[in-house]
């Protein structure tokens, strides 16, 4: 598969997570169709480990996304992922921001095509 071309501007959401390790901001930019392409994380405090990690992942997790990565895949790999400290950690805060950005793009579609979700009025 090839990588697709950055263009020069991508709407985004960024969401603020509390985790074990602090406030971290995961940010996921979407294409022109609202398709995940693009995530960003930043730690709430300068100089933490788990940045540099974070941007290796996110780095890679990005290209994936770009070469055609199912992001829902995403989701399943990154969701349930422990510490020592236990399950609010850094991977399920991404997971669960990339989650939200689908069942938000899936709730658009079904609003632009009549559905009703639950709980809808």
Known sequence: MKKKARPGSLPSVTFQK?????RIYVTVAMDHKGNPFEIFVRFGKAGHCGAAVFDGLTR?????????????????????IGCNY????????????????????????????GLRGPGAK
């Open 60 to 80: 890679i997790l990005s290209y994936g996304l770009r070469s055609g990565l199912d992001p829902r895949e995403a989701v399943k790999a990154l969701g349930g």
């Open 18 to 22: 509390e985790t074990h390790c602090g």
């Open 86 to 113: 236990g399950k609010d950690t850094c991977m399920n805060a991404v997971s669960e921001a990339l989650r939200e950005v689908l069942d938000e793009a899936g709730a658009t579609v079904a609003g632009h095509l």
